[in-house]
């Protein structure tokens, strides 16, 4: 009979809570420990999820967190603008509820910070500010900062800062997420409801971005809250050592283009569970760089291209774009961004301006990206 290891997990975020029920249904009950006082805050997420997080999760998830159903965006460039509708895409949500129905029935330590650990036979002695456990199996569910990072897959991180208002303000759209691309960033406004709005942006200097933005556009909403947090910009390839794992955003284990992290993190979470249960330890690098690997690389490569093409460039590819808004309304995936560049791809009527673009593509594909792969 198989010996059930001690399992801890730092963090009780949603990626936490969520590999934390994936082994406690397989029999394990893991501890999780967690800095803050309570799940859920502070609010760190812009609280939009497609909606495959709750169509494809191994544990069933309330609905009751969903505020607005969303049918689509509104893409904005320059003066230039592109609708685009599909029903049901993707749903806004209350954080803080979805992370507290994620974390029920959980063993949480709370108003506890990880510290470090240290090698002791075949277990490790974890450190918080509170004390010292032991555990056999050591996951970080941490964030963007992860301490236990530096453990298994030091590296020099990247990151953005996010900062989101929330705003009392009725939305020009009720149903539609409006996205306006000023490079390197893009900025959000999100429909909460028939009165609130939520506007953010992730960049270098976030606060004052927003403001400038929420002025630019005219927003004269009252700002109800205000929330921050990090994204991580680095990928890399090391995600565990010796029965210490790294997911979610700890791993950044997040969408390129857009820097979502709730639905890789969870599809991660899964395979993480899968290993520790089948103690096959040293197959969770490989088996989710099988999963998500191309639709990372491919989507790094278009961030680094989309950064250094022409301002004429991107307007050829925005109304090139915009004649074909049937096939993203058709083929469009909220999770795996680059589905659609196939589809432009095949496209009978694409104009020799376009297959220019495209060869500097092909030209700029081959530049190095700052991956690290160990």
């Not at 030091?154 to 009720?174: C, D, I, W």
């Amino acid at each position: 009979m198989r010996k059930q290891k001690n399992t801890v997990i730092i963090g009780a975020g949603p990626i936490g809570c969520y590999l934390g029920q994936l082994l406690q249904r397989e029999g394990i009950r893991p501890l999780l420990i967690e800095e803050h006082k309570e799940i859920g805050k502070p609010v760190h997420c812009a609280g939009l999820v497609g909606k495959k997080v709750f169509e494809e999760t191994k544990i069933p998830i309330s609905q009751d967190c969903i505020l607005n159903t969303i049918n689509g965006a509104v893409i904005y460039i320059g003066k230039n603008k592109i609708p685009l509708r599909r029903k049901e895409v993707a749903y806004v949500i209350d954080r803080e509820r979805f992370d507290k129905k994620l974390g029920e029935n959980l063993d949480i330590m709370f108003d506890n910070r990880f510290l470090g650990l240290e090698k002791k036979d075949k277990s490790y002695l974890i450190e918080t500010d509170k004390g010292c456990l032991e555990a056999d199996i050591v996951v970080a569910a941490e964030g963007a900062k992860s301490t236990l990072r530096d453990f298994i897959s030091p590296n020099h991180m990247e990151y953005l800062k996010g900062v989101q208002f929330r705003m009392q303000l009725r939305p020009r759209y009720s149903d539609m997420v409006e996205v306006y691309v000023k490079r390197p960033y893009f900025y959000w406004i999100i429909p909460e409801s028939a009165e609130i709005i939520r506007v953010g942006v992730l960049s270098k200097n976030p606060y004052q971005d927003l403001l400038d933005f929420v002025k630019e556009i005219n927003l004269k909403g009252k700002i109800l809250e205000k929330f921050a947090g990090l994204v991580p910009l680095t990928h890399f390839n090391s995600l565990s050592k010796e029965r210490l794992f790294l997911v979610g955003d700890s791993a950044s284990q997040v969408k390129p283009l857009t820097y979502g992290g709730i639905y890789m993190g969870m599809r991660a979470a899964e395979i993480l569970c899968e290993c520790i249960m089948n103690e096959r330890f040293n197959d969770y690098d490989s088996l989710w760089t099988k999963k998500f690997g191309k639709e990372i690389g491919i989507a790094l490569k278009a961030r680094n291209i989309f950064a250094k093409l022409a301002d004429n460039d991107i307007e050829k590819i925005f109304n090139f774009i915009k004649k074909k808004t049937d096939i993203i309304e058709k083929m469009g995936d909220f999770e795996n961004h680059t589905t659609l560049l196939w589809e432009f791809l095949k496209s009978p009527d694409i104009s020799k301006d376009m297959l220019g673009i495209i060869f500097k593509i092909i030209k700029n594909s081959f530049d190095p990206i700052k991956i690290d792969v160990k």
